[in-house]
């Protein structure tokens, strides 16, 4: 009868029998044998104990600094104490969402010097391909000139189509009729 009572002292416990022997019957545990327990469990598939990280906005912030520093995203979760990968982009993407917030507050505020500024880029845009077709119209230019001022006509058009075509622009002038 007290070897079924002993066993079930080891199921409630949880301990391997090996170690149930080795307390003398006593109910608690050390750390030494709390840590090797787990070490035990995470060896055999099972997840480890769970590491509380410091304060979420902490983290974040150290986060941002690093990656304000073009350090690559393996040697920042190096540096916060090896990190766990799925943790790490948890936090990436709490930082993306601040830093998209942001952007929107700035724009929100900021709408008539932004699209000040884009009409700006698309005028002198337009300038330069008004000076490159006057170069191309002049008969005096060489050829070899003509053909250069051709080539340069195509990539600012090119520019320019991307630019108006662009959803930056679409939507800085729905924002602009918003505001």
């Known amino acids: 009868m007290d070897k079924q009572a002993g066993k079930a002292k080891d199921i409630d416990l949880g301990l391997p029998s090996h170690q149930q022997k080795e307390e003398d019957g006593s109910n608690s545990r050390s750390v030494a044998e709390e840590a090797q327990y787990e070490v035990q469990d995470t060896a055999k598939g099972k997840r480890g104990k769970y590491k509380q990280y410091e304060d979420a906005q902490f983290m974040i912030e150290k986060i941002r600094t690093y990656r304000t ?94 630019f108006t075509e662009g959803s930056r622009f679409n939507s800085m002038k729905e924002a602009q009729l918003i505001f």
């Open 69 to 162: 520093q073009r350090y690559p995203d393996c040697e920042i979760m190096n540096l916060l104490d090896n990190m766990p990968r799925r943790t790490y982009y948890n936090y990436v993407k709490k930082l993306q969402e601040q830093d998209l917030q942001i952007m929107k507050q700035w724009m929100a505020e900021n709408v008539e010097h932004v699209s000040e500024e884009l009409m700006i880029y698309r005028e002198t845009l337009c300038q330069k391909l008004r000076e490159i077709q006057a170069i191309i119209d002049n008969k005096n230019t060489s050829a070899k000139d003509r053909m250069q001022a051709i080539e340069q006509y195509l990539a600012i058009s090119e520019k320019l189509i991307k």
